[in-house]
């Protein structure tokens, strides 16, 4: 099997093998108190009926308004601000669902912007992570310079580190400003920008909904998308970095695989030159090209090259059991050397 095929195999595997234990983890977590707070909100809710003599349709009457009224808290959705927002949202792939078009022209622009868009930010992000890689590799080689360091070119290794560094960064340094300005906990806040410049966009927390910021602080929204473009262009460096990486070694494989080819069609090809058999004029075979050059004159003997120890049962024995073919052959070499 080639090792492409292999390496492939084992990803899947992996990635299968991952799923099983993220979930188990996961389950064991986050089951118990998903129990508790279902079974606290029944309680609240019955008491709630019981209390005011709600009845049913009246209390899903009032679940729809308060869900439906959740994103008007930070203002309106749709002006400008809050627009470029969603834009910005929807072409780095984040999708926190706070908001999102009702209407049917709205749907279907968001659709046709987003087979646009997406392709678009992604090569964007791919080409700064780039430059930022190039930047990353011109610093370390001036400090290894600096350093006396005997090796001066930036490794993989050293751009990973050094990306790796600049991420966190950026997401510490982040997760301190949302947590002053959103009033959430400082893991809360790192969680939150964790979860953005990785595209995952849960949506549990979302910035910019509280106090309608969208409207009143438009420095606080400014400094959000800077965030996150900024972001997510130093991920995508990272990113870059293990997607080259992985091309190479899928080129070094197929190159391996190629090259073992070509070495087993060779062997091959060698044996089957040196394996060649000769036939006389009567299409009778002779044996390896070889050994019938070197005795020519043993092919009268026996036309099925039985000059051994071994007699062949087309022939009848010699009276002297002891008495070889090959003798015959030693006695005419001498008789001919003799004669010359």
Not at 235 to 261: G, H
Not at 293 to 300: L, P
Not at 320 to 337: A, C, H, W
Request: net charge neutral.
């Amino acid at each position: 099997m080639k090792r492409q095929n292999v390496r492939t195999l084992s990803l899947v595997i992996c990635t299968f093998t991952y799923l099983l234990i993220g979930a188990s983890v996961f389950d064991s977590l986050e089951s118990q108190t998903e129990s508790k707070r279902w079974q606290f909100l029944q309680a609240v809710k019955n008491n709630f009926v019981k209390k005011y003599n709600v009845t049913a349709e009246d209390y899903r009457m009032m679940e729809i308004v308060i869900i439906e009224n959740k994103p008007h808290k930070a203002g309106p959705q749709w002006k400008f601000a809050g627009a470029f927002y969603f834009a910005t949202v929807v072409l780095a792939m984040i999708g926190y669902g706070h908001s999102t078009p009702v209407t049917i022209g709205g749907k279907a622009f968001c659709m046709a912007y987003a087979m646009v868009g997406i392709p678009l930010g992604l090569v964007m992000f791919q080409s700064i992570g780039e430059r930022l890689n190039k930047f990353a590799s011109v610093i370390i080689r001036r400090a290894k310079r600096y350093l006396h360091c005997a090796h001066t070119e930036a490794t993989e290794m050293n751009l990973m580190l050094a990306t790796g560094m600049l991420s966190s960064i950026i997401i510490t340094t982040g997760a301190a400003v949302f947590s002053r300005y959103e009033g959430w906990s400082y893991f809360d806040s790192f969680y939150y920008c964790f979860v953005t410049l990785t595209t995952i966009g849960f949506g549990d927390y979302v910035a910019l909904q509280n106090d309608q910021a969208l409207i009143n602080k438009p420095g606080y929204v400014a400094l959000s998308l800077v965030f996150i473009l900024f972001g997510l262009a130093v991920v995508a460096a990272s990113i870059n970095l293990l997607v080259l990486r992985f091309m190479t070694m899928q080129a070094e494989d197929a190159k391996r695989d190629e090259q073992d080819a070509q070495n087993l069609a060779a062997a091959n090809q060698q044996i089957s030159f040196d394996g060649e058999s000769s036939y006389d004029m009567h299409g009778r075979l002779l044996g390896n090209s070889s050994y019938t050059n070197d005795f020519d004159e043993t092919a009268s003997v026996c036309s099925c090259t039985c000059l051994g120890g071994t007699r062949c049962i087309n022939h009848e024995n010699f009276a002297d059991p002891d008495f070889q073919p090959t003798d015959i052959v030693e006695s005419n070499l001498s008789l001919k050397r003799a004669s010359v």
